[in-house]
């Protein structure tokens, strides 16, 4: 499971290019710093591989297994 802090994300898309399954995308939501937030459009494909936490530079991800 893919947890994403909207207050964080800048939508530099980084972790939507590296993610191995295609799970993640830029949302249409806006955070308060104007930025389109990431986020996970099919959790069923996520494998945690926490690749996507890896690669996030501004630390807004968190990965964990249910």
Same mark, same amino acid.
């Not at 937030?37 to 936490?53: L, N």
């Given at each position: 499971?893919?947890?994403?802090?909207? =207050?964080?994300? #800048?939508?530099?898309?980084?972790?939507?290019?590296?993610? /191995?399954?295609? $799970?993640?995308?830029?949302?249409?939501? =806006?955070?308060? #710093?104007?930025?389109?937030?990431?986020?996970?459009?099919? /959790?069923?494909? $996520?494998?945690?591989?926490?690749?996507?936490?890896?690669?996030?530079?501004?630390?807004?991800?968190?990965?964990?297994?249910?």
């Amino acid at each position: 499971m893919v947890k994403f802090d909207d =207050i964080r994300c #800048k939508s530099c898309g980084i972790c939507v290019h590296f993610c /191995p399954k295609k $799970c993640l995308e830029i949302t249409k939501t =806006i955070n308060a #710093k104007g930025h389109r937030v990431a986020g996970i459009a099919r /959790p069923e494909d $996520c494998i945690s591989c926490g690749i996507c936490y890896t690669v996030c530079p501004d630390a807004a991800i968190t990965v964990y297994k249910e």
